[in-house]
């Protein structure tokens, strides 16, 4: 069982998406590329949202055979464990090893020795065709990256054989994940991880490593672009050798996991793979979503009740729900609205984000409308302007209704003793 040399990873939470999302590779396809499809959803998302993952076989059956699509598509147990993979081995052919939590936990020194001796032939300045510097090998050098990854490498051979058993060899794709963690692989660390697999004779046609910065959920890529480009380039021609060198299956490509659309590294990896003629697996999350919350909240009336109410919901859910993403997740907690502030706004734009308030001198206040009010008589009480006031509140217009409730950054001066 082999992917096509593109592929996509389809993330889809609610499971509503997958004709639209289908139509949208075909479209591609009709180009003339050819993507396999995959529909892809972790455990922890299976449990956020009440499904089970022959749901999601269940949706890419159905939308392959509403569009018609004739080309391979698979179903990705995504983020899997030996205590998670048990309900995804029926119904997936994709499965994603996850073995981060092993990254640093201890092996036997006699597994690490033996591993270090294994790469003998690799020690000193090690070339791999197409990089611009060659790799310092030295047995500190293996010795650290052994300590580091062994275990991690045993998980997935162990994985990897309880889905043998379960399914026989060759019956599905076998990917390694390394992305949630904090700290990412360098090159030389990517070599060896490969070289531990196919020892262990995990025969991985993709692999998930953590690049250098930020893959959060729903913002695009934050980080230094020309060290990704760097790293990413690097990656692919590490993947390239190992292939050769180890041994490990031909098709053997990256699996990017973008969390979100990553609109500012696409057209890097775009080149870079067009460059050296190699493969790639883009794994998008499911967070197609949050970008409808964003439509129903711009759409007002009715739809921006029930984003309020999503809004106030989560808000209230918080820990609970960005707990298992605490690596992918940055959110500020100082810049999110109350639940009473977003109760009572009228409406949510994307207008100019309110200034950002750093002066000692300024307090936050809420000024209630009552009847006769203007916004000119407001700003002159405040000492501030109407314009302000409209950006800080989003306002289209400078109508304002009796109740209304405007946040107001003015000086402690104006402020003192106001009503
Ligand atoms: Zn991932």
């Known amino acids: 069982m082999q992917l096509e040399k593109l592929s996509i990873g389809i993330g889809d939470r609610f499971s509503h998406q997958g004709e639209a999302q289908l139509r949208a590779i075909m479209k591609a396809n009709e180009k003339g590329l050819s993507i396999s499809p995959v529909w892809n959803k972790s455990n922890r998302e299976h449990q956020l949202v009440h499904t089970v993952p022959t749901d999601v076989r269940q949706e890419a059956d159905a939308a392959v055979k509403a569009l018609g699509f004739k080309g391979k598509y698979f179903v990705d147990a995504d983020h899997i464990n030996m205590t998670t993979v048990a309900p995804f081995v029926d119904c997936s052919d994709f499965f994603t090893l996850d073995v981060a939590a092993f990254i640093g936990k201890e092996s036997s020194p006699e597994a690490i020795g033996s591993f270090v001796t294994s790469c003998y032939k690799y020690m000193g300045e090690l070339q791999v065709p197409g990089l611009d510097h060659t790799m310092h090998v030295t047995e500190a050098v293996l010795e650290k990256i052994a300590h580091k990854f062994l275990a991690a490498t045993s998980q997935a051979a162990e994985i990897y054989k309880f889905l043998v058993e379960k399914k026989g060899a060759g ?6 994940s390394m992305d949630e963690v904090e700290t990412p692989q360098t090159p030389i660390d990517m070599l060896f991880i490969l070289k531990m697999l196919a020892d262990k004779g995990v025969p991985a046609q993709t692999i998930a490593p953590k690049f250098t910065g930020r893959f959060n959920k ?6 230094d672009l020309k060290q990704f480009a760097k790293e990413f380039e690097e990656d692919v021609l590490v993947i390239d050798f190992a292939v050769k060198e180890f041994g490990l299956p031909k098709e053997l490509k990256l699996s990017i996991h973008s969390g979100s659309d990553k ?3 696409y057209p890097i990896m775009a080149e870079v793979i067009k460059k050296h003629d190699k493969g790639l697996h883009l794994k998008t999350a499911g967070t197609t979503w949050l970008e409808e919350v964003i439509g129903l909240a711009k759409a007002g009336g009715e739809a921006l009740e029930l984003a309020k109410d999503i809004y106030i919901e989560s808000l209230g859910r918080k820990e609970e729900l960005c707990g298992p993403y605490a690596d992918v997740i940055d959110i500020d907690m100082s810049k999110l609205p109350t639940p009473a502030e ?3 706004s009228r409406q949510i734009s994307d207008a100019s984000p309110a200034p950002s308030i750093d002066e000692g001198d300024l307090v936050r206040l809420t000024h209630r ?3 006769g009010d203007t916004l000119s ?3 002159r009480a405040y000492r501030t302007s109407v314009s302000a006031i409209r950006s800080w509140n989003k306002l289209r217009s400078t109508r304002l209704m009796p109740g209304d409730r405007l946040t107001i950054y003015a000086s402690r001066s104006a402020s003192a003793g106001d009503r």
């Open 171 to 176: 019956n599905f794709i076998t990917e390694v």
């Open 342 to 344: 977003v109760q009572a």
């Open 369 to 371: 409308v009552r009847r």
């Open 218 to 223: 729903g913002v695009d890529y934050r980080g």
């Open 263 to 265: 609109f500012s590294i």
């Open 377 to 379: 008589g407001i700003a």
